[in-house]
Every structure is written in structure tokens, then in C-alpha cells.
């Protein structure tokens, strides 16, 4: 493997796609090369957390809730059920468990 030139398809600037990047790619199964550049590749990420992950642009419906641990009204992403705790954006952070 070594260093390949790509071309981002937002800003049409080249970028370096290095050999440690290819390397992380097929560990990870990844079959495509990256499409967007580091900057473009930030950008996007944060118009999608603005979003609320809609990639387009478009708002997604938010349903008012309570939080289960610390009581503070929210809203989320999906109708609460009642079956399950629901949680606000600062709580549910904090008991994520990344295993």
C-alpha cells in the first residue's frame, strides 16, 4: 500500500487518503475509499448532529418527556412508550457504556 491521491466530492480539493488511513479502513471492513476530505468529512458530521441526523437537512419530530433520573423536562427523538426509562441529553451521556 502507499499514500493515494482522492478527490473530495463536496469541495472537489484533493486529499491524502495515507496508508495508515487504508489500513484502519479494511480493518474495519470497509470497502470504499472516503468520498469527502477531513474538513468536509467535519462539516457534515456536525450539519447531521444539528439535524438531528437527517443528512438532508430535514428536522426530525421531538416528543416532550421527563427525564427518569433527574427530572428535567426534554424532548427525544422517538415517542416514549412508557416501558422504558427516558433519559435527558446530559444523563443518557453520562450512562452510555461504550462495550
Excluded: H
Excluded at 466530492?9 to 484502519?24: L, N
Excluded at 468529512?41 to 443528512?55: C, F, I, L, P, S
Amino acid at each position: 500500500m502507499k499514500d493515494r491521491v482522492l478527490v473530495c466530492k463536496d469541495c472537489g480539493q484533493e486529499f491524502i487518503f495515507t496508508v495508515s488511513e487504508q489500513e484502519f479502513f479494511a480493518e474495519k471492513g470497509f470497502t470504499n475509499d472516503p468520498l469527502r476530505c477531513l474538513d468536509c468529512r467535519a462539516a457534515r458530521r456536525r450539519k447531521n448532529r444539528e439535524t438531528g441526523g437527517q443528512g438532508g437537512g430535514g428536522q426530525r419530530d421531538k416528543y416532550p418527556a421527563v427525564c427518569a433520573q433527574c427530572g428535567v423536562p426534554t424532548t427525544v427523538p422517538f415517542k416514549p412508550t412508557g416501558d422504558r426509562p427516558v433519559y435527558c441529553w446530559e444523563c443518557f451521556s453520562k450512562n452510555r457504556s461504550y462495550a
